[in-house]
């Protein structure tokens, strides 16, 4: 008897460098276009390119990059997509603005009342690490933000009030990823505390 399970497809990841639709997440690395699908990548640069569909990524085709993609296809849709997902966290991690995401993540440093601390060395300070712009950060951890719930969104670490921020002892570099961002936040409370400064949070 015939089977009425239909035979897998291979499918190919195919990427795609564009003029800036946004802005650049790295000056020095451009926008992309990432997908999976049935069709080689040549093949489907061609049809991407030569499309009147209208797209986010319409009139904005650069060139294919297959430098950035595996070499061969995968043997049915559901491992391509677990391969693009690892692609595109990736090359985000890289830098690269995959799919217009421009999210970027910055670690700061919060000077903390000291008033109560024995021995309080250099300073009190908070670590942390946010994709949120850091003055609405502070915010929310000073309780002049809260939850859509109206819940606080003060990190429980922070204990006494806030005197405000200390840019100086932060980086000033971007991280790509939250897990680039948590890596630094925990370097950076580490050697603040190898300065002699009380540190909350860095973890």
């Not at 926008?31 to 319409?58: C, D, G, H, M």
């Not at 790509?176 to 505390?193: I, M």
């Amino acid at each position: 008897m015939p089977s009425n399970e239909t035979e897998p497809e291979p499918h190919w990841i195919v990427a795609v460098e564009l003029d800036d639709v946004v802005e650049r997440r790295n000056p020095l690395r451009p926008n992309l276009y990432l997908e999976a699908t049935r069709t080689p990548p040549v093949a489907r640069f061609e049809q991407i390119k030569r499309s009147k569909r209208k797209t986010w990524y319409l009139g904005c085709v650069q060139k294919l990059r297959e430098d950035l993609t595996p070499k061969s296809a995968f043997p049915d849709r559901e491992s391509a997509k677990e391969a693009l997902k690892l692609l595109r966290d990736k090359l985000n991690e890289d830098g690269y603005t995959v799919n217009r995401n421009t999210r970027v993540w910055q670690v700061y440093v919060l000077e903390l009342d000291s008033s109560e601390v024995k021995n309080p060395g250099e300073g009190h300070v908070y670590v942390g690490e946010t994709s949120l712009p850091i003055e609405i950060r502070l915010q929310q951890h000073r309780g002049d933000l809260l939850s859509k719930k109206g819940k606080s969104l003060s990190a429980r670490a922070i204990k006494v009030p806030i005197i405000g921020l200390s840019p100086k002892l932060a980086p000033q570099q971007l991280f790509y990823s939250k897990s680039q961002a948590t890596r630094a936040e925990a370097e950076l409370a580490q050697n603040l505390r190898d300065k002699n400064y009380i540190v909350s949070g860095g973890h």
